[in-house]
C-alpha cells in the first residue's frame, strides 16, 4: 500500500515540480519521495492526532521554543511536511476520468483492494462474525455522500463491514456508492448481496454470523 502512495505521489511530483528547484534548499523540499518518506509522514499524521492538533499552526506544532513537539523536529521539517502533504496521491488522475466511466471508487481503487486484501490475509478470526454498517464523517466533493439525520456525523460515507466480533478486527468492507456504471465493479446492492459478498471468504467455515435488519 505504501508502494502505491509513492509512485502515484512521484508521478505528481514529477508532472508539476519536476526540476523546478533553484536552491539546495528547496532541492531538500520539493523532490521526488520514498518508502520511509511516507512512513515517517503516516507517523506524523497518527501523533498530530494523539496529540489532538487538528486546530493547532503546523508551526506551532514544529516550534523549537519548548512548545512545539519535540520529535517532529528530528523527523521531517515543516516544509517538507507541508509539500508531502499538498503531493500525496493514490492513482492517475490524468487516466482518473477513464477509469470512472466503470467504477464511482477509481480514485482510490487500488489501495483500497489492497486494504481489504490485507485485513483478509493477516488475521484469523473467531468463531463468531458480526456484520454491519457505518458512516465516516466526509464532506468532501463526492457523488456518493450519505445524508443520516440520526447521525452526530450527519454527512459521510456509508461502509458496511465483518468484523471479528470478539476482538472488533476488520476482515472486510464495501463502500456503498450507489449503483455503479456498467462494467466489473457492477454489484448488486441489497441486503442480501452486500451480506453474501462480505462473508464469501468464510462461507462453509461453521463460523456464526450476525447482522441486524
Known amino acids: 500500500m505504501v508502494d502505491i502512495i509513492v509512485r502515484f505521489t512521484n508521478l505528481y ?16 523540499n520539493v523532490g521526488n519521495t520514498n518508502r520511509e518518506e511516507i512512513m515517517a509522514l503516516i507517523c506524523i499524521l497518527f501523533l498530530l492526532g494523539v496529540k489532538k492538533c487538528s486546530k493547532l499552526n503546523l508551526a506551532g506544532a514544529w516550534s ?8 517532529l523536529q528530528g523527523v521531517m521539517g515543516v516544509n517538507k511536511f507541508k509539500f508531502l502533504i499538498s503531493c500525496v496521491r493514490f492513482d492517475d488522475k490524468i487516466t482518473r476520468s477513464d477509469r470512472r466511466k ?5 480514485p482510490i481503487r487500488e489501495l483500497y483492494d489492497s486494504f481489504v486484501a490485507n485485513c483478509q490475509t493477516s488475521y484469523s478470526p473467531g468463531e463468531h462474525l458480526t456484520i454491519d454498517e457505518k458512516s465516516e464523517p466526509f464532506r468532501g466533493n463526492c457523488s456518493f455522500i450519505q445524508y443520516i439525520p440520526n447521525n452526530p456525523t450527519k454527512y459521510g460515507l456509508k ?17 456503498y456508492y450507489g449503483a455503479q456504471p456498467p462494467g466489473p465493479y457492477q454489484v448488486p446492492n441489497s441486503s442480501h448481496d452486500i451480506v453474501h459478498r462480505l462473508i464469501s471468504k468464510w462461507k462453509g467455515s461453521h463460523r456464526n454470523v450476525t447482522t441486524n435488519n
Open 159 to 175: 461502509i458496511f463491514a465483518i468484523v471479528d466480533s470478539l476482538t472488533f478486527y476488520t476482515l472486510g468492507l464495501e463502500v
Open 13 to 28: 511530483i514529477e508532472r508539476n515540480f519536476g526540476g523546478s528547484t533553484d536552491s539546495k534548499k528547496d532541492k531538500r
Open 102 to 106: 466503470t467504477d464511482k471508487l477509481a
Open 64 to 71: 523549537e521554543d519548548g512548545t512545539g513537539i519535540e520529535i
